[in-house]
């Protein structure tokens, strides 16, 4: 047999076996316990890797804020759609998605007024694609324009919380509120997987109890005394509370709503993107309402200017 030439293209025998030995000698090189791991390890790495990578980007700059809202944005909405297109809906996913990621841009840049424009401009799209594509439903519309409005346009109150504050503390008070939603979110969780007896909302979420609903609205009232110390907010104590309750009782709803919607959808997880949580919206889904909740109840309670 006449040895294969320098330039002769490589079989792709060869080259699927070279992969395969590549493969096992990254597999060998694995430690043993990051082989296999556990489903609370799997979520505990993704859990933590969104973390850090939300603080990092609301902390550094208002940019990276931007940035970071207008990926989660457009990420959201396109699980959102997918999920409705399984429950015999025909969203508009693209003109939805662009409007969802353009809604942070037009607050970061023209304040509330953008929001306002780009809502105009989605729903004259809408309405252009409805008179002109036949198989459009009045429902499919609707339906467009709520998912654009839920992941996009919710999230810029982070936006208007980020910008009233000179930095670094419009990022930290931003930060404030995501911890607010964490703890929210760990409190009710933690309390509900062992002492949780009363369902709150046994069809819609069965997991979810009562006593995990209070434990939950005591952790977010806590992080919003704390941001009472942040310079520039002008907050009393029992104005925080009062703020942390009302934040809680958004988040909660939030999370319901999502779990509605994955219900009527007939979905477990709205997506794969964050192993051992599901989806980004999974994820976000607290956030949602929180994030306008906490810049209404700032700017109208005087708390931060505007």
Same mark, same amino acid.
């Given at each position: 047999m006449e040895p294969r030439r320098a330039d002769e293209a490589v079989p792709e025998e060869d080259e699927r076996t070279r992969k395969e030995r590549l493969? %096992?000698?990254?597999? %060998?090189?694995? /430690?043993? +316990?990051?082989?296999? /791991?556990?489903n609370f390890q799997v979520r505990f790495r993704t859990g933590f890797v969104y973390i850090v990578v939300s603080v990092v980007c609301v902390l550094a700059s208002e940019w990276t804020t931007l940035a970071l809202l207008v990926a989660m944005a457009g990420i959201t909405a396109g699980e959102f759609y997918y999920m409705l297109r399984q429950d015999a809906k025909l /969203?508009?996913?693209m003109l939805g998605i662009i409007a969802a990621m353009l809604y942070p841009v037009s607050v970061f840049f023209l304040g509330l007024d953008g929001?306002?424009? $780009?809502?105009?401009?989605?729903?004259?799209?809408? !309405?252009?694609?409805? =008179?002109?594509?036949?198989?459009?439903? $009045?429902?499919d519309v609707g339906v467009s324009f709520f998912g654009a409005a839920y992941c996009g346009m919710l999230l810029s109150g982070i936006i208007v919380v980020r910008e009233a504050l000179p930095a670094p503390w419009g990022?930290?008070? $931003? *930060?404030? !509120?995501? *911890?607010? =939603?964490?703890?929210?979110?760990?409190?009710?969780? *933690?309390?509900?997987?062992?002492?949780? +007896?009363? +369902?709150?909302?046994?069809?819609?979420? /069965? +997991?979810?109890?009562?006593e995990g609903f209070f434990a939950g609205l005591a952790g977010s009232a806590v992080f919003w005394?704390?941001?009472?110390? =942040?310079p520039g907010v002008t907050m009393s104590v029992p104005q925080a509370i009062l703020f942390g309750l009302a934040s809680g009782l958004m988040g909660v709803l939030g999370d319901l709503a999502e779990s509605r919607i994955k219900r009527n959808s007939g979905f477990k997880d709205s997506g794969t993107i964050m192993p051992g949580h599901g989806g980004l919206l999974d994820r976000c889904d607290s956030l949602f309402l929180v994030a306008v909740t906490s810049a209404i109840l700032l700017v109208a309670g005087g708390c931060i200017p505007y």
């Open positions: 493969k %096992d000698f990254a597999q %060998d090189k694995t /430690p043993k +316990k990051l082989k296999n /791991p556990t /969203p508009n996913e929001a306002l424009y $780009v809502s105009l401009a989605l729903l004259l799209a809408l !309405i252009v694609w409805y =008179v002109f594509w036949m198989r459009a439903r $009045v429902p990022g930290v008070l $931003v *930060l404030g !509120i995501l *911890l607010s =939603v964490w703890a929210n979110d760990s409190f009710a969780y *933690l309390v509900g997987s062992k002492f949780g +007896k009363h +369902k709150l909302a046994p069809r819609t979420s /069965p +997991k979810k109890s009562w005394c704390l941001m009472t110390l =942040v």
